[in-house]
């Protein structure tokens, strides 16, 4: 996983050196986990692989080409990948807890993107959620926080 991570950056991300491999791979491993949550639904969406662009653009601070080259590298690593521990296990090394619970809400984020939340999306959140040791609380809050703002962005109340 480290050779693709390392490759995709060189060819696509002026990142500096100082950064290494562990910044890249936990950026990968981030916007893997969002796209296993759109992956659920079989045939990825206009509208989630948008929310997804944005959610790696917004927390890394990348910009349209980058993400869009960073998600594409992560449906690959999302389709080779066994289990989600490779990704989980990144983040839980990295990550504060208020770090983790934002990729929580990032996901349930993506979830509602289409307006169709399916019980393979909440499953694999909650698996995930685990993973990280988000508390139940955090993750009921960050799904009640990305369905508010799902349903303001459609106009429903």
Do not use: C
């Amino acid at each position: 996983m480290l050779d693709a991570i390392r490759d995709f950056f060189e060819k696509h991300i002026d990142a500096p050196a100082a950064q290494g491999d562990d910044t890249h791979a936990i950026e990968l491993a981030t916007a893997a986990l969002l796209v296993e949550v759109v992956r659920l639904g079989g045939e990825i969406k206009p509208v989630e692989h948008e929310v997804v662009l944005r959610a790696v653009r917004g927390k890394f601070g990348l910009t349209a080409i980058e993400a869009e080259a960073l998600v594409r590298l992560a449906e690959e690593q999302s389709r080779e990948a066994t289990d989600h521990y490779q990704f989980t296990s990144l983040i839980n090394k990295r990550f504060s807890q208020a770090q983790k619970q934002q990729v929580v809400e990032l996901m349930w984020q993506v979830a509602y993107a289409d307006s169709e939340l399916s019980p393979y999306e909440q499953h694999v959140i909650r698996k995930i959620a685990d993973l990280l040791y988000v508390p139940h609380r955090a993750y009921i809050a960050a799904k009640l926080r990305a369905r508010d703002a799902a349903n303001r962005g459609t106009g429903r109340t």
